[in-house]
């Protein structure tokens, strides 16, 4: 029997994990090296992927339904054991734990149906139990958190098989199993230690002179680590992204930049984020307490359950100079931030000015200066995206109030 064509991820956590899932479907968000939709794509072997999410993505991330699917919620994260037990599925089967949908094979009718009314019908499928541990990202800083365990299953999925190309001997490197260099990329007298934890460096990625990355980094493709950047891990750098300074426990989704001097510890950046000269987040209390995030399901701050909890950061936002975040930060999209003393814990989307004071950042010039950041990277900033900038604006307006 031929296996399945089409992965369709349900879209449903997505309250919770705002800001990052707010302009972007759950399975998009990136955890170890890849996306969790690449995660089950390498692991599965499909190409195709289709998403059921909330009506202002759909044109970005549609829905699509073939003759055999596999049906996922969106923030699951694949291991061997949840793949296998997928992988057996017949169509009309569905993988269950204590009424959680893990997994479904779904012919055309049925996933059709579930996009039209949330739900399978018991008639038609047949439910499997799955009585062993899965992991899945309910918060934002639970990326950050399981980072090391995703970077080391991600690291053997990509390397698994294959040779790594030769580091230069200008370099020290220490742990040399544990680096892997993919073609293309550019290293120049740093440090790389993977004792305790896998190295991993991407197509066109550029390490300049001084950079000393230790145990658990990965440098997507075509990123940039400048002069002198000190990264500990567990640190994902996502594509297209320029990082110096500082980092440790960092996970960048893509094409943001931290070029300067500055400490960003256990945090989230979305893409496009820009982070000013000497910007710098606190992520441990000085009464050495359990952090507090805000939550946007519930409008109350919640608890992480962790003592070091940085930066929380959404798409499109930007810091001026010498910028400064409190420990456990939640700040949201299309955000221009500035000025002295200490940040509010909580800053809306679309917010223009400092600690003191927030402005409605409009959307007419966020969306101006976010076709400019596309120009210098050679994109263009499509109606799908610019369609959603403009709907975000008005949905988060209450927040600003």
């Not at 600690?355 to 596309?374: A, E, G, H, N």
Request: net charge neutral.
């Amino acid at each position: 029997m031929q296996g399945p064509s089409n992965l369709i991820f349900i879209d449903d956590q997505r309250d919770t994990l705002r800001p990052l899932s707010y302009t972007r479907c759950v399975s998009q968000l990136r955890i170890g090296i890849f996306t969790i939709a690449e995660k089950w794509q390498k692991r599965i072997g499909i190409s195709q992927v289709h998403h059921i999410t909330a009506d202002y993505l759909s044109e970005k991330y549609p829905f699509k339904a073939e003759e055999d699917n596999l049906l996922l919620p969106a923030n699951l994260l694949p291991d061997s054991r949840i793949v296998e037990a997928t992988l057996q599925l017949k169509p009309g089967e569905a993988l269950y734990q204590e009424g959680t949908l893990l997994s479904a094979r779904l012919t055309l009718d049925q996933a059709t149906a579930y996009h039209q009314q949330g739900s399978l019908p018991d008639t038609e499928i047949k439910k499997i139990p799955y009585l062993k541990a899965f992991q899945s990202i309910s918060y934002p800083e639970q990326i950050f958190l399981w980072n090391d365990t995703e970077l080391r299953a991600d690291f053997e999925l990509i390397t698994q098989g294959r040779t790594s190309q030769d580091i230069d001997s200008d370099n020290r490197t220490k742990g040399d199993q544990q680096i892997f260099v993919e073609e293309g990329a550019i290293i120049e007298h740093s440090i790389l230690n993977a004792t305790d934890g896998p190295i991993y460096i991407g197509q066109n990625a550029v390490v300049l002179d001084g950079c000393a990355l230790r145990n658990g980094v990965a440098l997507c493709d075509h990123a940039v680590l400048k002069m002198g950047a000190k990264i500990y891990g567990a640190t994902t750098i996502g594509p297209h992204s320029k990082i110096g300074g500082e980092v440790k426990n960092v996970v960048v989704q893509g094409y943001s930049n931290k070029s300067h001097e500055g400490y960003l510890g256990n945090s989230v950046l979305g893409e496009w984020c820009n982070l000013g000269a000497d910007t710098n987040s606190s992520n441990l209390k000085n009464d050495y307490s359990q952090v507090k995030l805000y939550d946007y399901q519930t409008k109350a701050m919640r608890s992480t359950g962790t003592q070091f909890c940085g930066l929380i950061m959404g798409d499109h936002s930007k810091t001026g100079i010498n910028t400064m975040f409190n420990t456990g930060t939640m700040a949201g999209i299309c955000c221009n931030i500035y000025g002295s003393g200490y940040q509010k814990n909580f800053i809306p989307s679309f917010s223009w000015g400092g600690s003191r004071d927030y402005l409605t950042y409009r959307v007419d010039k966020v969306i101006q200066v976010v076709k400019r950041v596309y120009e210098r990277k050679n994109l263009q900033l499509s109606a799908a995206d610019e369609s959603i900038l403009r709907y975000l604006s008005e949905q988060t307006a209450t927040y600003r109030r």
